[in-house]
Every structure is written in structure tokens, then in C-alpha cells.
């Protein structure tokens, strides 16, 4: 069983920058997968990005991809989110998740482990 802890979101406005991180806890965390997802108010689960068990390969949403960096630490247990030039849309409750079997790693019922999520709000 894994835990996972989201911290370091917040309040911040447009064209500024957030770093989540996602302690995790219990199991073996180098077997997992790691992902990032989101949820805005009235919409559906929606991918943000992915990082491989040895952190060599990563995988990024378009809405995404350029501005927000995904990274891990095997040694702390703990993915990262670096988020940079973030906008309105970005405004969202972002989750982390872990799989031992992710195939698809855009696909979160592939994902057994969630956080609580931290709510991430970027003003005009």
C-alpha cells in the first residue's frame, strides 16, 4: 500500500511558477510509475504528465508541455511538479498517482495509488 502526500500549492498569478511535491509512502516507490493529473471545477480528470520508475522518460499533456517539468527522487520517495508561466486554465485541484502496472501512463485507471490533491490557482 502507498501513501501519497501533495504539498506546494497555492495562490499565484498569471505567468508565475509553483513546484508540487508528492511524498509518498509504504511499498516500494522505484516500482511505480508516476503521474500528475488535474480536476477543474465542472470537468473531468484530465492528464498533466508522467514520469517513468527510473525518471529516464517523461510524458507531458499539450495543454503542458514546455511549461510544466515532471521529475523524481527515488532516494527521498517524492515526485516533483515544476510549474512555470502558468495561466488561468491551469487553475485546478492537481493529484498525484502511482502505478506498479501503467501501460498507458495517460491513462489514470491504470493508477492505483492517489493523494488527497492540492488546489493550484492562477489569477489574470
Known amino acids: 500500500q502507498v501513501q501519497l502526500v501533495e504539498s506546494g500549492g497555492g495562490l499565484v498569478q498569471a505567468g508565475g511558477s509553483l513546484r508540487l511535491s508528492c511524498a509518498a509512502s509504504?511499498?516500494?516507490?522505484?516500482?511505480?510509475?508516476m503521474g500528475w493529473f488535474r480536476q477543474a471545477p465542472g470537468k473531468e480528470r484530465e492528464f498533466v504528465a508522467a514520469?517513468?520508475?527510473?525518471?529516464?522518460?517523461?510524458d507531458y499533456a499539450d495543454s503542458v508541455k514546455g511549461r510544466f517539468t515532471i521529475s523524481r527522487d527515488n532516494v527521498k520517495n517524492t515526485v516533483y511538479l515544476q510549474m512555470d508561466s502558468l495561466k488561468p486554465e491551469d487553475t485546478a485541484v492537481y493529484y498525484c498517482?502511482?502505478?506498479?502496472?501503467?501501460?498507458?501512463?495517460?491513462?489514470?485507471?491504470?493508477?492505483?495509488?492517489w493523494g488527497q490533491g492540492t488546489q493550484v490557482t492562477v489569477s489574470s
Open positions: 498517482a502511482a502505478g506498479a502496472r501503467v501501460f498507458t501512463k495517460r491513462n489514470y485507471g491504470q493508477y492505483d495509488y
Open positions: 509504504g511499498g516500494t516507490f522505484r516500482n511505480n510509475v
Open positions: 514520469i517513468n520508475r527510473s525518471g529516464s522518460s517523461t
